[in-house]
């Protein structure tokens, strides 16, 4: 069973950056594919980014250019460096590992974190 534990949210101004984390427990996180979603209050959890287990990345085209994903192997990490922050990127940010590839449906993920807020001020 892979656990999943992210961290690094947190209140920031508009324009400004935040680096999430998501680090895994378990043996088989080379082999999975990570992604991050995002879900704002009253809203339907939406995609933000994934990468491959070979390093494919793939982003939501209102994050493109803003965001990047990337992961750590060696250290069972994926992180999510948000740059030029909207007040719209506010929403409790999850990280999900799949093995079924690069997925932007969040219902093809089989293991979840319990989330991290993101609070953007204008």
């Known amino acids: 069973q892979v656990q999943l534990v992210e961290s690094g949210g947190g209140l920031v101004q508009a324009g400004g950056s935040l680096r999430l984390s998501c680090a895994a427990s378990?043996?088989?996180?080379?082999?999975?594919?990570m992604g991050w979603f995002r879900q704002a209050p009253g809203k339907e959890r939406e995609f933000v980014a994934t990468?491959?287990?070979?390093?494919?990345?793939y982003y939501a085209d209102s994050m493109k250019g803003r965001f990047t994903i990337s992961r750590d192997n060696a250290k069972n990490t994926v992180y999510l460096q948000m740059n030029s922050l909207k007040p719209d990127d506010t929403a409790v940010y999850f990280c999900g590992g799949t093995r079924n590839g690069a997925v932007t449906d969040s219902r093809s993920y089989d293991h979840w974190g319990q989330g991290t807020q993101v609070t953007v001020s204008s």
């Open positions: 990468i491959s287990w070979s390093g494919m990345t």
């Open positions: 378990g043996r088989t996180f080379s082999t999975l594919s």
